[in-house]
């Protein structure tokens, strides 16, 4: 990765990662976003494979004391040139669908380093993923137990199995990214999860092999994890002392970014002392499962001013090319992300109202956005977009897929290109009684 000077201009935080400006103008390592603007149109999204490696090692070396899979988070980003490029780092896959079993197997990662977690698995993705011996089930209510112990005896086939538990603690950036409450719909309450743990190693048509938790996303602080894990501890000791063995712990992922509120949160080094502390003595196998703070950094949203439309009260609207259905984070989660103009000009700064194309009042990225001076043709950088960008896009409003652009020191490819409308609509069929 090449180094950047610290940035210069207002609204912008200090960045350690792979974009920033040479010679005024932002690049992303050794490649100009504007001429990758033009390379290949707007609005694109355009990771830095530098910056993803960078921060996957950061969990390599945090948790290398420890026993501990590193399984990324698919649904972040589940590019398949991003997927290959973790796999080569060595890491492992959590996901929650057979689409993203799919994915990381054909990125190259082992079937014994996926994890496949998710509260709503049908039969036949359970049925899918029963036929890879060593991939790691993580099981999230009791109809879904009886369902797999079902589909497993019916295939002739022990799953290794975690239970995951909720420990019913609050945790997240936001109500929408919460997943640890005992009012969130994901996990087994701690008794109940006993229960059946106990019940699952009796019957045996499953290895119940260990215990895990994700408690949210987003979260800056590892007082949670702390909470979480102890629970997690507790129960492994309960049920130790039965004389039950538990030989893996599923840590979740979870933890957050800076996207502007500033770089003071925890690190993946404060969730692996934390870890060591909680389970260091227990001999368990641990996994950890990063999906955001691996990618989020690693990517941004390029966009092109399509116009300004002054108010007479209020900011004026910077109206850009990139819309809700490319990146919908500032609509699902009143996300806030840095709006860095890609060669700033010299001028007043001025307040823009930052707004996307789509019909939707909701499609609004920014308001009161304070910028340097912004014209028609402009480019701009969406910030920490790598992470549930590209992957929550949609084609809403008919808008063609945003292309993504890997860049790897001064090389770039598009590694997913722009469909035209006609490979768009080709995936239709009107049927001919119309
Ligand atoms: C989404 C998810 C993660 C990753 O969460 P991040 O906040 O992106 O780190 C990990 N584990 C499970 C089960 C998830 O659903």
Redesign the pocket.
């Known amino acids: 990765m090449e180094p950047h000077a610290p940035l210069q201009f207002l609204n912008m935080t200090a960045h350690t990662d792979g974009f920033g400006p040479l010679n005024s103008t932002l690049h992303a390592e050794g490649v100009s976003m504007a001429a990758l603007a033009d390379a290949v149109g707007t609005p694109a999204y355009v990771y830095s494979a530098g910056t993803l490696r960078a921060r996957y090692r950061t969990y390599e070396e945090a948790f290398a004391g420890l026993d501990c899979l590193i399984a990324y988070?698919v649904?972040?980003n589940a590019g398949l040139a991003i997927l290959k490029i973790l796999a080569a780092e060595g890491a492992g896959a959590?996901t929650?669908s057979e689409g993203e079993i799919r994915r990381a197997l054909a990125a190259g990662i082992a079937p014994d380093r996926i994890i496949f977690?998710?509260m709503g698995k049908t039969d036949a993705e359970l049925a899918f993923a029963l036929s890879f011996p060593g991939l790691q089930i993580?099981v999230e209510s009791r109809p879904e137990f009886e369902r797999l112990s079902a589909l497993a005896a019916a295939q002739g086939v022990r799953p290794l199995v975690v239970f995951?538990v909720n420990p019913d603690v609050a945790a997240g950036g936001h109500d929408k990214?919460s997943?640890g409450r005992s009012d969130n719909k994901?996990g087994i309450p701690v008794d109940e999860a006993l229960d059946l743990y106990r019940q699952a190693q009796a019957a045996g048509l499953v290895q119940a092999v260990g215990l895990g938790c994700?408690i949210?996303?987003?979260?800056r602080e590892t007082t949670p994890f702390r909470a979480a894990w102890g629970a997690l501890r507790e129960m492994t000791l309960k049920l130790r002392a039965e004389g039950r063995t538990v030989e893996r712990i599923d840590l979740?992922?979870?933890?957050?970014v800076d996207y502007g509120d500033g770089d003071t949160g925890a690190r993946p080094a404060d969730l692996a002392v934390v870890a060591a502390e909680v389970f260091g003595d227990l001999g368990v196998k641990l996994a950890v499962?990063?999906?955001?703070?691996?990618v989020a950094d690693a990517g941004v949203l390029l966009s092109r001013v399509i116009h300004i439309n002054p108010r007479r009260a209020g900011p004026t609207f910077l109206v850009v090319d990139a819309g809700m259905n490319d990146l919908l984070r500032p609509t699902l989660y009143e996300a806030w992300h840095e709006i860095e103009p890609v060669a700033p000009r010299a001028g007043n700064l001025t307040a823009y109202d930052v707004v996307g194309p789509v019909c939707e009042t909701g499609d609004t990225f920014a308001r009161g956005r304070i910028l340097t001076p912004m014209i028609a043709g402009d480019l701009v950088a969406f910030r920490g977009a790598g992470?549930?960008g590209a992957s929550m896009a949609s084609e809403y409003n008919s808008r063609l897929p945003a292309p993504e652009v890997l860049v790897d020191g001064n090389r770039w490819a598009v590694v997913r290109p722009r469909p035209n409308y006609g490979a768009v609509m080709a995936r239709e069929q009107v049927p001919d009684w119309i």
């Open positions: 988070a649904k972040a959590d929650v977690s998710g993580n995951r990214i997943t994901f994700h949210g996303s987003q979260i979740g992922g979870g933890l957050g499962e990063p999906g955001r703070s691996i992470a549930y």
